[in-house]
């Protein structure tokens, strides 16, 4: 059975920062390039930052560029999101996602709020 579970989320005043996790288990994580993603409400599903499989891509946003670095252990079935300088704006749900051709798994979801 296949499960993405993120950790690390949390308050946080502006100008902090944060470390999400997304730990897997139940397929070959290093098979599959990794993505995180966030939501606010009312608002559409924004892709974040991306790493491919073996960890020589990665992606960003125009808008957390600099600020949130991407990256994963294979050995540890984990991906990470280091986000700092984190602003109001980055407050929401983030979601860690699991990409391959066939299909994507996607994890719980957990909540990042930053806010004096």
Known sequence: QVHLVESGGGLVQPGGSLRLSCTASGFTFSTYA????????????ELVASIGSSDTYT???DSVKGRFTV??????????????GLKPEDTAVYSCAAISVRRTYWGQGIQVSVSS
């Open 71 to 84: 990256s994963r252990d294979n050995a540890k079935n984990t991906v990470y999101l280091q986000m700092t």
């Open 59 to 61: 992606s960003y946003a």
């Open 34 to 45: 990794m993505a995180w993603y966030r939501q606010c409400p009312g608002k559409e599903r």
